[in-house]
DNA sequence: GTTATGACTATGG
DNA sequence: GCCATAGCCATAA
């Protein structure tokens, strides 16, 4: 049975996604839209764009650990609040920093080790 | 129904 | 490692 409004539903799956990342970990426009198994990561920057004020938005970077010039000042002083994982340059080190839910049940900082 | 747009990603040089 | 181009998905006009 079809609903009327399955574009909402999309939209709170994305923000329920984003609820789940703990801090000083980010996920990628990307990844969350593989985890929810729809759409695209453009859909889930849109979700952003619209409903981006009642989330954690800093938490959700772009594939190459950066983000927009608008949006990545304001998100490096949330990174330095958290102790998001940072490189030399202001980029988030993705290696270090990304979630993974279905990854919560082991540590993927262990073998990421220089 | 077609065109334009967007807080993106992957590939090639 | 950085820059440029092509591709992708859904919404809005």
Redesign the pocket.
């Known amino acids: 049975m079809p609903e009327g409004d399955?574009?909402v539903d999309?939209v709170e799956a994305v923000l329920a996604v984003i609820d789940d990342i703990p801090p000083a970990r980010v996920m990628?426009?990307?990844?969350i839209?593989d985890v929810l198994g729809?759409?695209?990561?453009?859909?889930?920057?849109?979700v952003?764009?619209?409903?981006?004020?009642s989330?954690a938005?800093?938490r959700?970077?772009?594939?190459?650990g950066?983000?927009?010039e608008?949006?990545r000042a304001e998100?490096r002083v949330h990174y330095l609040e958290e102790g998001t994982p940072l490189r030399a340059?202001g980029?988030v080190d993705l290696r270090a920093a990304v979630w993974i839910p279905a990854a919560s049940l082991s540590d993927p900082s262990a073998g990421i080790g220089p």
């Open positions: 399955a574009r999309y990628t426009y990307g990844l839209a729809a759409g695209g990561p453009r859909q889930v920057a849109a952003l764009s619209r409903e981006g004020g989330v938005w800093w959700v970077i772009r594939a190459d950066t983000l927009p608008s949006l998100a340059d980029r």
